[in-house]
């Protein structure tokens, strides 16, 4: 089993063979997300939940983004 990381950004940008978000659970310390011109991400994965110190995720020109998952809502942005 992995541990955890420490990583505390995340910046995909410019992926154009990208289907889905990264999974990034196993990033608790995650403060900042961004994706940005990712032409073909269609989804963002479930395991968004997870970052508890998340407070800015930035979705930028994601031209067939097609859901978000539905545990987005639960997330405390500031």
Same mark, same amino acid.
Request: hydrophobic share 45%.
């Given at each position: 089993?992995?541990? $955890?990381?420490?990583?505390?950004?995340?910046?995909?940008?410019?992926?154009?063979?990208?289907?889905?978000?990264?999974?990034?659970?196993? !990033?608790?310390? !995650?403060?900042?997300?961004?994706?940005? $011109?990712?032409?073909? +991400?269609?989804?963002?994965?479930?395991?968004? $939940?997870?970052?508890?110190?998340?407070?800015?995720?930035?979705?930028?020109? +994601?031209?067939?983004?097609?859901?978000?998952?539905?545990?987005?809502?639960? !997330?405390?942005?500031?």
């Amino acid at each position: 089993m992995l541990p $955890d990381l420490t990583l505390r950004e995340l910046r995909v940008v410019g992926c154009s063979r990208i289907i889905e978000s990264p999974s990034i659970g196993r !990033l608790p310390s !995650l403060e900042t997300q961004h994706i940005d $011109d990712c032409d073909t +991400l269609r989804e963002l994965l479930a395991s968004i $939940d997870a970052l508890t110190a998340l407070h800015t995720l930035a979705l930028e020109f +994601l031209l067939n983004l097609e859901t978000l998952p539905s545990s987005i809502s639960a !997330l405390t942005l500031r």
